[in-house]
């Protein structure tokens, strides 16, 4: 029988889309009081997705990256992703002409991957529970981070990379500074 070994804990991040800086900040803001303090944070980016989300949220949206210092269990993906879908119908405006003026990706970071959840199913993707799936987007390999065939274009970035090593960094030195640290 194969022994269950000890999982570690992860860190939580979350992406906030908007064409409109302040519903960022005020997202921000509610994930920041609701997930704690955060830790790594990026500056807007430029989040291109082929139009996809042009009706619902207008033209020129933009990405920030937050991430959140104390990390947590990865079993609870599905549970973020609700309570951002959640969050997001807090803003939308059914009767605008965008009325969808934010989404909210959660994922979470390890030593070896970025994992973003999501309500779509793929072939490469796996289910986790309650309507949620889980996708390893990118993969931390001889010391850099590798996308996938999979992997959207946005998270294909420098920027991203950067930000996922400041949370891989953050989270190694707390595990560093804890039990049950693995080096790899």
């Known amino acids: 029988m194969a022994e269950v070994l000890y999982v570690e804990p992860v860190i939580r991040f979350c992406a906030v889309i908007s064409c409109d800086?302040?519903?960022?900040?005020q997202a921000i803001e509610r994930l920041e009081n609701h997930w704690g303090e955060i830790v790594v944070q990026s500056g807007p980016l430029p989040f291109q997705a082929g139009g996809y989300y042009a009706a619902s949220m207008g033209?020129?949206?933009?990405?920030e990256l937050i991430a959140f210092?104390?990390?947590?269990?990865?079993?609870?993906?599905?549970?973020?992703?609700?309570?951002?879908?959640?969050?997001e119908s807090q803003f939308a405006r059914p009767d605008a002409s965008h009325?969808?003026?934010?989404?909210?990706?959660?994922?979470?970071?390890?030593?070896?991957k970025l994992v973003l959840a999501t309500t779509k199913d793929r072939d490469h993707r796996v289910y986790l529970r309650d309507g949620m799936f889980g996708e390893i987007t990118l993969t931390y390999t001889a010391k850099k981070w590798i996308h996938h065939r999979?992997?959207?274009?946005?998270?294909?970035?420098?920027?991203?990379?950067?930000?996922?090593?400041?949370?891989?960094?953050?989270?190694?030195?707390?595990?560093?500074?804890?039990?049950?640290?693995?080096?790899?």
């Open 21 to 25: 800086p302040t519903v960022r900040q």
């Open 59 to 63: 033209e020129h949206l933009e990405k």
């Open 69 to 87: 210092h104390q990390p947590c269990d990865a079993a609870e993906l599905a549970d973020w992703k609700h309570w951002t879908n959640s969050l």
């Open 99 to 112: 009325p969808r003026p934010l989404n909210l990706d959660p994922g979470y970071i390890t030593q070896a």
């Open 150 to 184: 999979w992997t959207y274009p946005d998270y294909r970035t420098a920027d991203v990379a950067e930000f996922a090593t400041r949370c891989r960094n953050h989270l190694r030195s707390t595990l560093q500074r804890g039990k049950g640290f693995r080096q790899r």
